[in-house]
């Protein structure tokens, strides 16, 4: 809609407007149409007089372009260069509601990529934070295994027995299985944190066993 001098609100394509521009031939407007009023839309102001403006919602959701006569790449020629649009999750309270949350956000847009054959992807506040959290026990995996290794070579260097080195590595992992229990019963989040303190539990565990 479109405000008129005295305040009203006016529908852009009733058909009895005296320019052509505002009459709609079909279910969507020409892109002489919608060059015309895309560039009002999206810096009219909502107001009691007309609601539906763009203003604030959805001024920053196309690709400006200081080239374009739209304001917005590639608008003029009927083409939306760059788009965003905005989702919702419902409440998030706990660790596992914002992971949870990610791999859904994650799941649409891969479909919609997929169907459409756009490049999409999701974008949130806390997404920065909680993407470390969908990989966390391939993390866990590599960080204990590599200081198993470790820990099996360097015994084997300075102690000379197979059968000792083994042993030491085996006490070591056993201590850390410990750790991850208690962490369980006592209902401690598996997140980064946690995940460099039973890193760091390797280290003390092996300097009281040796």
């Known amino acids: 809609c479109s405000a008129d001098p005295d305040g009203a609100c006016e529908t852009c ?8 521009l505002f009459h709609l031939h079909g279910n969507r407007p020409t892109i002489a149409q919608l060059n015309k009023t895309l560039p009002w839309f999206m810096e009219a102001v909502p107001g009691k007089e007309c609601a539906k403006a763009g203003a604030g919602a959805y001024n920053t959701e196309l690709q400006k372009s ?3 006569a739209t304001g917005y790449k590639g608008i003029g020629e009927g083409i939306v260069a760059a788009s965003r649009f905005r989702g919702y999750h419902t ?9 949870d949350a990610l791999e859904e956000a994650k799941k649409l847009t891969a479909s919609i990529s997929e169907d459409l054959g756009l490049d999409v992807y999701p974008y949130s506040v806390f997404y920065v934070f909680f993407e470390q959290y969908l990989h ?3 993390y866990a995996v590599i960080t204990f295994t590599a200081a198993a290794i470790l820990i099996l070579l360097v015994c084997y260097a300075f102690l000379g027995s197979l059968w000792a080195s083994c042993f030491t590595m085996a006490i070591v992992m056993a201590i850390v299985v410990d750790v991850m229990g208690f ?3 006592l209902d401690v989040q598996f997140n980064a944190v946690s995940l460099t303190n039973l890193a760091m539990s390797v280290g003390i565990a092996l300097e009281f066993c040796i």
């Open 13 to 20: 394509f009733d058909g009895n407007s005296d320019d052509p």
């Open 66 to 68: 200081g080239t374009d």
């Open 91 to 99: 409440t998030l309270s706990t660790q596992k509601d914002y992971i």
């Open 136 to 138: 966390m026990q391939y």
């Open 183 to 185: 962490m369980s019963l």
